[in-house]
């Protein structure tokens, strides 16, 4: 046996299959994604605390020598034993290794990937249909979502994908709703466009907030930025059924159908949830980055084919 294998052995070290599962769910808990294991890194106690570790066993160190540079490298054994659960995990393709993670996101990260998120939601038990709405980052979704944020703005813009009529795995659709959803949230800070609204589940950090399609999937609208804009439940609802469009220098538009319903109706305690945005001089809440707006494309598609304006 090794000197580091004796040395867990003697210290009654947790199994290092244990361990990989303890990361995983750790994963999920940091939303994704957990620093490099530093001396002192707050994940590196959480997880210690929850194997209850005795102070030796926090302590303990190995000690390396070099004798060409003669001189003695000291490293906790804790450490080396997540180290190791994190790289056999990056192994079986159930997280990303911090050099590949920097790439995306420019800190030295380990983040799941899809498998391992996957991975993770089974330990926890969690139903995966709620997978597309946790804000759980995994690296393939933050590939995407930087892709999708950071393209160039066209000029001539087509808000239709022609490529759908190819058929997408699974798969491939989870991780393009996820990083639809993903960019979009965060272009717009996770509140409506419209009325502001921001608030998430108290223990998971879902936004109520939905990353909304312009030009609708039904309708083979994009999943890209020009196209989505970020709305409370009942501002999408009441975009994807025409009520509610935006004209091309973003202002909100009511559909004049308003004026024959009960003055009741759309009404919430003291708000209109519709009729607010009548007098047609309200402009939605656009993203800092202008790169980032809705295409005016998408926007007069949706006034022509959705839009109700009639009264
Ligand atoms: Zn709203």
């Not at 990989?20 to 769910?25: D, N, T």
């Not at 590939?143 to 000029?155: D, F, M, N, V, Y």
């Not at 804009?229 to 935006?246: E, K, N, T, Y």
Request: aromatic letters at 8%.
């Amino acid at each position: 046996m090794s000197y580091e294998g004796k040395m867990l052995d003697v210290l009654e070290m947790p199994a290092r299959d244990e361990v990989e599962q303890a990361l995983l769910k750790a994963l999920f808990r940091h939303d994704g994604v957990i620093v490099e294991f530093g001396a002192g890194a707050q994940i590196v106690e959480e997880i210690a605390e929850e194997f209850g570790l005795n102070q030796t066993q926090r302590a303990a160190a190995l000690e390396t020598i070099y004798r060409k540079e003669n001189r003695i490298k000291k490293s906790l054994l804790w450490h080396r034993l997540l180290f190791r659960a994190a790289a056999s995990l990056a192994e079986k393709g159930l997280i990303s290794r911090p050099s590949a993670t920097q790439k995306i996101t420019g800190k030295r990260e380990w983040m799941l990937t899809e498998s391992g998120f996957d991975q993770s939601l089974r330990l926890l038990e969690i139903p995966l249909k709620q997978k597309n709405l946790l804000p759980t980052k995994s690296f393939e979704v933050q590939k995407l979502a930087k892709q999708i944020t950071e393209a160039s703005r066209p000029k001539i813009y087509s808000p239709f994908d022609d490529s759908k009529a190819n058929t997408k795995t699974l798969r491939e659709s989870t991780i393009r709703a996820r990083g639809f959803r993903q960019a979009v949230l965060q272009a717009y800070d996770c509140g409506c466009a419209f009325c502001g609204m921001k608030i998430s589940t108290p223990h998971t950090s879902i936004w109520e907030a939905e990353a909304a399609h312009i030009v609708p999937h039904s309708s083979m609208g994009r999943d890209d930025i020009w196209n989505g804009l970020s709305l409370c439940h009942i501002h999408h609802w009441a975009f994807d059924v025409g009520w509610l469009s935006l004209q091309d220098d973003f202002t909100i538009q009511v559909s004049p159908k308003i004026r024959s319903l009960p003055p009741l109706f759309g009404k919430m305690q003291g708000s209109d949830c519709i009729r607010s945005y009548s007098a047609g001089n309200v402009r939605m809440k656009l993203p800092s980055n202008k790169n980032l707006h809705p295409h005016q494309a998408a926007l007069l598609w949706h006034r022509e084919h959705v839009f109700f304006n009639q009264v």
